[in-house]
């Protein structure tokens, strides 16, 4: 059953506002004071490593001294993170928010999943590489969720289904966002947070990718290939209603 509200997708992305469409085939509270240290950190490095790997920048804010807001787009995909670095050496999972809106058949819909990474065994060494041809077990993942009939948010006590979500793409998906850890933490260290030379995450015993929550809603029709083609940006929007980045603190 699909969600009847649309803008309760989720409380962290605004589903009332329309994104880049995925195409792929049929089947398959109150957040308190949030303070910005603009002046604790250098961004040019930063700024220019995002150019180098392509991401678009959406958010980036600290909540405090040791937590880190961090949003950004790649490809058709908006990912959140939430990063506390007083725990981030002892944390053995990597947590990613992921919304992007998804044409199946004539309908298009938005979905956002919550994805938690195995972290244990990260070479510190390992570096980002742009995708030549774009992501492809994410897209997957998406269509999967879509045509699972994923409609109001399901969580960790339905494991059946959010498994089912990662069949046969498994090993692909954890490569794909291992890669997506490798240029995030490269961030961190440009930020001056990290020295990933020095930290040897924990092992745990938990599948190397889990689908910890997943949500969907048919927003309506999908658009033709020719509007696709006439570059509608409609990807810039996605979670808005998150506080701007202002330094009037």
Same mark, same amino acid.
């Given at each position: ?29 109150? #957040? ?145 966002? #291992? ?71």
């Amino acid at each position: 059953m699909l969600l009847d509200n649309v803008g309760a997708i989720s409380g962290d992305f605004d589903a009332t506002k329309q994104g880049r469409v995925v195409r792929l085939p049929q089947g398959g509270g109150k #957040r308190g004071d949030r303070r910005r240290y603009h002046d604790r950190i250098e961004l040019s490095p930063f700024a220019e490593y995002l150019t180098e790997i392509g991401w678009g920048l959406k958010l980036v804010a600290f909540e405090d001294e040791s937590t880190l807001l961090f949003d950004f787009y790649l490809d058709d995909y908006e990912f959140r993170t939430k990063t506390d670095f007083d725990d981030f050496d002892d944390d053995p999972r990597q947590v990613f928010k992921i919304v992007a809106d998804v044409a199946v058949g004539n309908d298009l819909h938005r979905a956002l999943l919550t994805t938690s990474v195995a972290k244990g065994g990260f070479p510190p060494n390992r570096k980002y590489v742009k995708p030549e041809r774009g992501l492809d077990a994410l897209p997957k993942l998406f269509t999967n969720a879509v045509a699972a009939g994923v409609g109001a948010e399901i969580s960790k006590e339905h494991t059946a289904l959010l498994d089912h979500l990662t069949d046969r793409i498994e090993d692909d998906l954890f490569d794909e966002l #291992r890669n997506v850890m490798a240029g995030l933490y490269r961030i961190f260290e440009k930020l001056g947070k990290i020295d990933l030379a020095n930290i040897d995450f924990p092992d745990d015993e938990r599948k190397p990718v889990e689908i910890e929550k997943a949500s969907a809603v048919r927003l309506g029709e999908a658009p033709s290939e020719e509007e696709d083609e006439e570059g509608e940006d409609l990807l810039g929007d996605v979670g808005e209603n998150e506080e701007e980045t202002n330094d009037d603190d």
